[in-house]
Structure formats: structure tokens, C-alpha cells
């Protein structure tokens, strides 16, 4: 008797400006069968608008699931459960994909799973890693920068967060004030990795400030540093390159300043070696991956983060969150798409 084939999961991903769709399953060797993405440009305005980014939505999702489809050779009949992000993000994009999502499962008379963005950042890394319950979890993107400790699928402490900016958003922010490109922590990296050029002063390299730092909690700040990158940009102390190395210096310095602290309360229920998982878009920083990877390793930790088209949104960290739960019964679905969905939340609706 041939062994049953692994289950196959849809995934939906709209909560900001990338309409994607995903099909993953439980093969080790191959767990990602699909993972499209069909992004916008919102170069024009310098960031995304809500209501352009719910239209686009609704004008690609249907050919997006349909290559999602296609690309993993599979029929709609052959998905097993369907899950598609419900919050936190931008209220129309959310209800463009969960609405659809519902749909389509229940016209399959498929389980359907709402799935929170954020836990689908910090599950991803479980996709090509083995990491064990409990983890340290730090996530970084544009709208968040938070550490956590994973206790198990839906349970999740918080240690701290952002008081103010997130990590991604201020990148964004200073990139935009030098005129770079959107999403601003890809421009901000790439011009940081630039060489001493013959316009900057080789004497004096700008020196931003790294809030928080020292503090006895886990929690971040990035609007100080913001402003003081403004300034510097239109006192014109820099060039581009110098802001972009002073500002990835900072953020860098902040994070693992902050997350130094977090393993500290982690050695408490997790005395030896475990595993410090890095999500989110910004997790894609090499400079940051580097230096967090030099702490993990002074700690006795593991650092897993996942590949770096994994980072940034896509529909594989969200379909890859349903199969978790559809493998342990852990069916979820909310009433309606959640703007605001704390992850210390999602075990209330589990």
C-alpha cells in the first residue's frame, strides 16, 4: 500500500502592496511547490496608498492564485486547506485576500485558516531550518520591530517593541529623504556597501545616535535616530553613501544591543544552546544578519533565518503557517481582517 501523499496548503498574502499565492506542502526535499508574487510600484508616490494598493489587489489576485496553481501542477480539488492573511496590514488589501480565501475554501469544502502576518514571518524560518519550540524571535520589516519567545504554534510572549519607529520604516523614511528608491532598506544597503569616493570628507564619518541602548528592557526606538539622519542629510555633513553606512551602523548596533538583552530572559527557560530566529524584510540585511550571527554564536544560540526571498512578504510563510496548523487540528479563522492582530493574541481565537 503506496504511503498517503503529504497535504497540500493554498496560501493568500495581500496585506500591504504584494498580491501573492503559494502552494507548499510536508515534503522535507521540496516543501515550497509555488511562491508568486506580483508586486506594485509605488515609486511614483514614495510609498504604498492604501486604496491603489486594494485595487491592484483586486485586479491580480485571480491570475495569481491561477500561476500559484499551475507552477505546483496541481488542480484546485487537490489543495487540502486554504490560508490567507487576515491582519495586521492595510484593511483593504486584508479584505481582498481573506474574502477571497474564504471563498474558495468553502467552494471546495476546504478548511480555512486566518492567518496573522506576523506569525507567518517568524514560522518561515521552520521551513528549511529545524528549530524547536521554545525560540527567540526577532522580527524587523517595515511595520515592525518586536522580540518574542515562541512558546509553541500560536503562543507567544512578548519581551518588547518598538516604542515609536520600526526598524524598516525608518530606512524607508531616510531613503526617501536622500532620494533613493522604495523599498528603502534595499536602497540604504546597497549604497552602504558603496567605497570611500572622492566627494566624501575621508576625515570625519557621520556618527548617529543608537537609542535604547543599555536599557534595562527589550524595547526599541528609531525615531531619534531618524531625525538625526534628516539632519545630517540637509545640513549635507555626508554624502549618501556615509548616511546609509551611519544609518545601517545604528540600526545594526540597536538590534543586537536589544536582543542581547532578550537572550538573557530567554537562558531562563532556555538554560543551553536554542535558536534565535530573525524575520521580517529587514532580516534580509547582510550587515545584520552578520552581526546577529556573531551574537548568536558568543551566546551559544543558532541564528535561522529564512532565504532572503522569504524575507520580504510572499505567500509561502502564510501558507507554510497553515499547514502548522492544519497538521495539529489548530483550525482559526476571524470574523473579519484585522488592521491591528497582536500576536499575543492569536492563542484567544485559536
Known sequence: MSN???????????????TAAAVVCADPNQPILSNIIARQDHNTFG???????????LRTITPTIKRALATAKLKPHEIDAVAATSGPGLLGGLIVGAS???????????????????????LSARIHHSVWFPFLILLISGGHTELMIAHDIGVYQSLGRTIDDAAGEAFDKVARALG??????????????????????????LILPRPMIGRENCDFSFS????????????????TAQVCRAMSSAISDCLVDRTARAIQHYRRIQPHSGHLVVAGGVAANQQIKAALDDLSTRNGMKLCAPPRDLCTDNAAMIAWAGLERLSRCRAMAVDAPRPRWPLTKLAAVG
Open 47 to 57: 510609498g504604498v496608498i492604501p486604496e491603489v494598493a486594494a485595487r491592484q489587489h
Open 224 to 239: 531619534g535616530l531618524k531625525t538625526a539622519a534628516f539632519r545630517a542629510i540637509q545640513a549635507k555633513q555626508a554624502s
Open 180 to 205: 533613493l528608491g522604495y523599498p528603502g532598506g534595499e536602497e540604504i544597503e546597497k549604497y552602504a556597501n558603496i567605497e570611500n569616493d572622492s566627494t566624501e570628507n575621508k576625515d570625519t564619518d
Open 4 to 18: 498517503p501523499r503529504p497535504p497540500f496548503v493554498l496560501g493568500i498574502e495581500t496585506s500591504c502592496d504584494e
Open 100 to 122: 477571497f480565501g474564504q471563498s474558495f475554501a468553502a467552494g471546495l469544502k476546504r478548511p480555512f485558516f486566518s492567518i496573522n502576518h506576523l506569525e507567518g514571518h517568524l
